[in-house]
């Protein structure tokens, strides 16, 4: 499992999903940006590790409740992934984002990786 198989999944729900730095202009429906954060080792073992993904999730300002449905999607999209993939318990809703005029939430995700 990688970084792609998570986009399709998202795909394959019905979910709008962008790469990071893809989307320009103002949020005119919701929409989420997959970001990788980084493979790290475990503590205990040199061989295996994590890659920390966040799903980022966007609805239009004057549209919030399309947010928390939007995070519920994600989770649902993912949930089949476990174990391999398994939320951190990082999640939340942040703000408004000016650049734009979205509202912005997001869901932490770790997925289990062999480093070699």
Known sequence: MDYQDIMDGLRRAGIDVRYPGAKQGICNSPYVVVQDYGTYPYAQSAHLGYTLIEVHCYAPVGNYPALPQLIAQVKNA??????????????????????FRAH???????LQKRLW
Not at 78 to 99: C, Q, V, W, Y
Not at 104 to 110: F, N, R, T
Request: hydrophobic share 30%.
């Open 78 to 99: 993912l949930a089949p992934f476990s174990p391999d993939l398994r939320p951190t318990g990082g999640e939340g809703i942040h703000d408004i984002n000016d650049t």
């Open 104 to 110: 912005e939430g997001a869901v932490q995700y770790m």
